[in-house]
């Protein structure tokens, strides 16, 4: 019981930041979900996989978490929400520090900053690498085929989004955004220069 209530605690923070940061920019007249908005195929395609996978991986995670379905012992599963707090507090992090640039797909038409201090200071995605570790936490507390497959699913979906966005970010902000890849890695460190 204790992992059931730990595994709803990790997902019930990390969700609350996700919605609690589209109302807020909602009041502000900011779409935040653009996801699947734009038309250009690869786009539109890896958005509505992603789509599907980052809907699909909690329904798994709640099932797994209703059933007390996993494989791995209590020490396992001890260091699965560890990991997943630590996914919840540099998405926590990331949104923050987004400020209104937050964004939720590619934009087709809004205007944002290219965010470079806080954490971004230390991720290129942030908000990603949150996600990512929340997927594998609660996937060590509850570890099982259905909630691997959909954990590496979105896991590999949301790599290609950030693939997607590097693109965007690319050409729409030019040389400042190739000299922040140049010093901040995908995931997490700086290259010393």
């Not at 987004?98 to 590619?106: E, L, Q």
């Not at 201090?117 to 570790?133: E, H, K, Q, V």
């Not at 140049?182 to 290259?191: D, E, I, L, T």
Request: proline share 3%; glycine share 6%.
């Amino acid at each position: 019981m204790l992992y059931q209530v730990l595994a709803i605690v990790v997902l019930a923070v990390f969700y609350a930041i996700y919605f609690t940061k589209m109302l807020l920019q909602k009041k502000r007249g900011i779409q935040t979900h653009q996801i699947g908005k734009r038309k250009e195929k690869n786009i539109h395609t890896v958005e509505m996989l992603m789509s599907i996978a980052t809907l699909g991986a909690p329904i798994v995670q709640v099932l797994s978490i209703l059933f007390n379905w996993s494989w791995l012992p209590d020490s396992a599963r001890f260091t699965g929400f560890c990991v997943g707090a630590i996914g919840d507090v540099i998405f926590l992090m990331a949104v923050i520090t987004m400020k209104n640039s937050w964004r939720a797909g590619i934009p087709q038409n809004d205007k944002t900053e290219l965010v470079q201090d806080g954490i971004y200071r230390w991720s290129r995605n942030p908000a990603f690498l949150g996600f990512d570790f929340m997927y594998v936490g609660v996937c060590l507390m509850f570890c099982n085929p259905a909630n691997i497959v959909f954990s590496l699913f979105a896991i590999i979906m949301l790599h290609l989004q950030i693939l997607q966005e590097e693109k965007y970010l690319t050409a729409t902000f030019g040389a400042p955004y190739a000299e922040y890849r140049n010093q901040v890695f995908r995931y997490a460190g700086r290259r010393n220069k």
